[in-house]
């Protein structure tokens, strides 16, 4: 057994489901949905998770019919883009059928997220440590914005 089989895989199949809930109406879901499709890649490679087959896309890109893969992990169904064996290999279920819907669960979305990092062993980029902001020794105020100053008066000598 290795050390990512040693997540309990029905607190990982809750942990996706959080994920991709979350995912489905996150302004930016673009990284919950990569920690998703690499962690279910990574239940297939160690078969902890199944393939079930490919259903039509509900979002079509470009008006064009594109199907996604079917995985099931646990007592949990999910999609994701198929490769192109996948096509070969498992069978078309046609429509997405609407009635299904996988089990509740509640979890909260950083708690998903730490499971799933743990599983795909991702570690979040370095952040940049903000410098405080320092002056120049060499520092001249600015100008601008200050009230405009009326030119000096030259006297002229009257001949």
């Keep these: 057994m290795n050390e990512y089989e040693s997540i309990p895989l029905d607190e990982l ?17 673009k990284h919950l949905y990569t ?23 509900d979002h079509p890109k470009f008006s064009n019919q594109n199907s996604t893969l079917l995985v099931k992990v646990d007592k949990y169904f999910f999609h994701i883009p198929p490769a192109k064996d996948d096509f070969r290999q498992l069978d078309h279920l046609g429509k997405l059928d609407q009635n299904y ?14 499971i799933v990092y743990r599983h795909i062993d991702w570690q979040p980029p370095k952040k940049q440590k903000s410098q405080p902001y320092k002056r120049s020794s060499h520092f001249t105020p600015s100008s601008l914005g200050q009230a405009e100053r009326s030119p000096k008066k030259s006297f002229h000598r009257s001949r």
């Design 13 to 29: 199949a809750q942990a996706l489901f959080t994920i991709n809930r979350h995912a489905k109406t996150a302004p930016e879901p």
């Design 35 to 57: 920690i998703k499709k690499e962690s279910i890649k990574r239940l297939l490679k160690e078969s902890r998770a199944e393939k079930i087959g490919l259903h039509f896309s």
């Design 101 to 114: 819907r996988n089990p509740p669960t509640r979890m909260s979305l950083s708690q998903a997220k730490r």
